[in-house]
């Protein structure tokens, strides 16, 4: 039986994050924004690909230390 969390048996699409900028489901969203928090647990952010070039946001993943 196949694992339903595989990747490569996920029909194409089928994989959505959430957008916190339209607050909606998407398939383009990534994070931008990873807030820490001194006590309690700290905040992630995604935006999908017309709200990161509308607001001009930048992945995290490109940003500088």
Do not use: Y
Not at 37 to 59: D, I, K, M, T
């Amino acid at each position: 039986m196949a694992k339903t969390t595989d990747p490569a048996s996920t029909p194409a699409g089928a994989m959505h994050s959430w957008c916190d900028w339209h607050e909606g489901p998407s398939g383009t969203a990534v994070l931008v924004q990873a807030i820490e928090q001194g006590s309690g647990p700290g905040v992630n952010r995604f935006a999908c690909a017309p709200c990161r070039e509308q607001r001009n946001l930048v992945p995290f993943s490109e940003q500088q230390p």
